[in-house]
């Protein structure tokens, strides 16, 4: 039996904690805020997207960063493993569209309360208000941490940091855990805001604001080289573009950042092909043929995007349907399939949902999470430099890499 200390009472810090007080050892969360949770709260919405109910490699195909690094982890405590955990807790789960697992009772706080009243159960200590301030090495071994304002040390045989990223600071996620692996030498990868929304430079961007578009095809270019194309659902809000397809996204475009220029193009017609498009238009043109333009849009476009269409058309808005010619009707076409808005910047770390990078993995044991630069040291969940894209794979990250940490300590 050890004794163990958990810094971070979120996703990662709660399941390590009852999985080292299964094992036996005597267990002390230590979290800075005054509950426990508090990330997981706003998760998925309130509803808490739990985990993805996918098969393996479909699992590993949405972790963007260091994949091959989760391979024990994910194989000793796979995604439904984690279904089944939260099942004996008493806490129902369904599934929905995308496999994305929730609580049936559709409350993050019923996800929270399971998780808390088992490490109650098993008499896990837990600390609130605690800010671990440093970690204590000593000759390559970790011998305990020191909180906040206080000198003494409280002693541990093995230390789990579990503290979390950037995003979403208020949460308590400030990235301490960087800090304190950083005193002991360890690397901590560039880090940035993912799954984060995306400020646009267009000044039109603003009378877009509030629209919601379904059924659209996003594809993003860095100069001019393609490096996202998804279908789905995105937002105009008043700085530029959120929702899913672009939070996804944002994922893929963070490596380019620096490269240079990224454009996207919004094809907002995927279903049909610029011939069809166009076939379609001219029918329409056909049934208006004495009307204005600007009158003669309304059945294909959402209305606010009505004027921002015909001013990129190029088309005077005033002109008779019927005087209309093909090349600027070919152009209408070409740009409601190509709307391009220029990325000017992605949004902070506020917005953002995860933390893409982190502490270093090749210093950090796979089948066990403990750091190759301090005995009794382990590391868990988005402290570590790995990422996944929407859908619960965040969470199955930290929740498999908690049980590996958890279970790893003699
Ligand atoms: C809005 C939003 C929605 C999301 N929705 C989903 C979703 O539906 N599904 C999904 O899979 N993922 C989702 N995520 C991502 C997911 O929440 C995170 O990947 C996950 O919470 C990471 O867990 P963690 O335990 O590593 O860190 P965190 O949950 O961030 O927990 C870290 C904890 O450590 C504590 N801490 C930090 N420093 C110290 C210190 N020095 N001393 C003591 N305590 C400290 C913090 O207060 C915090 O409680 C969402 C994220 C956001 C922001």
């Known amino acids: 039996m050890s004794k163990v200390i958990i810094i971070g009472g979120g996703a990662a810090g709660m399941l390590a904690g009852i999985y080292a007080a299964r094992n036996g050892h005597r267990v002390t969360i230590l979290e800075k805020n005054e509950k426990l949770g508090k990330k997981l709260y706003i998760t998925g919405k309130g509803r808490c997207n739990i985990t993805n109910a996918c ?26 493993d984690v ?30 309360g399971a998780l808390q009243k088992e490490l109650q159960q098993l008499g896990v200590s837990i600390h609130f208000g605690s800010e671990v301030e440093d970690l204590l090495v000593e000759d390559g ?24 990223g950037l995003s979403y600071p208020t949460t308590g996620s400030t990235g301490d855990g960087y800090k304190f692996a950083k005193n002991i030498g360890h690397t901590i990868t560039e880090c940035n805001p993912s799954l984060v929304p995306f400020n646009i430079k267009e000044s039109f961007i603003k009378e877009l604001q509030g629209l919601s578009l379904k059924n659209i095809q996003v594809t993003v270019y860095s100069k001019n080289k393609e490096i996202y194309r998804n279908f789905g659902e995105m937002l105009f809000t008043h700085f530029g573009v ?24 919004i094809d907002l017609k995927p279903a049909l092909t610029e011939e069809q498009l166009d076939a379609r238009i001219l029918r329409d043109f056909e049934e208006l043929r004495n009307k ?16 921002i269409i015909i001013s990129l058309s190029g088309i005077d808005p005033y002109k008779k349907v019927n ?39 090749k210093e950090v ?8 630069y301090a005995k009794g040291l ?31 300590i003699e």
């Open 292 to 307: 204005q333009f600007k009158n003669a849009i309304d059945n294909l476009l959402p209305r606010k995007l009505i004027p």
């Open 378 to 408: 382990y590391f868990a969940g988005e402290v570590l430099d790995l990422d996944a894209l929407t859908g619960g794979f965040n969470l199955q990250i930290a929740w498999s890499t908690a049980y590996t940490a958890a279970t790893a």
């Open 365 to 372: 044991n796979p089948s066990t999470m403990e750091s190759k």
């Open 242 to 265: 959120s929702g899913p397809v672009i939070l996804s996204a944002s994922s893929y475009v963070i490596p380019y950042l620096k490269k240079g220029e990224i454009t996207m193009t």
């Open 83 to 112: 279904i089944d955990l939260f099942e004996s807790l008493g806490l129902k789960t369904k599934i929905e569209r995308g496999n994305r697992v929730f609580p049936q009772s559709d409350k993050s706080s019923d996800v929270i």
């Open 323 to 361: 005087t209309i010619t093909k090349d600027e009707r070919l152009n209408l076409v070409h740009t409601i399939k190509n709307m391009k808005l220029s990325v000017a910047s992605i949004r902070s770390y506020n917005e953002a949902v995860i933390t893409k990078g982190g502490i270093s993995v």
């Open 55 to 80: 098969d393996m490699e479909t699992l590993f195909e949405h972790v963007m960063t260091n994949s091959k690094f989760l391979y024990s982890s994910f194989y000793s405590y796979n995604n439904f």
């Open 141 to 164: 071994v970790c011998k305990g941490v020191r909180l906040k304002g206080e000198k003494k040390i409280l002693s541990a045989e093995a230390v789990i940091v579990a503290t979390g």
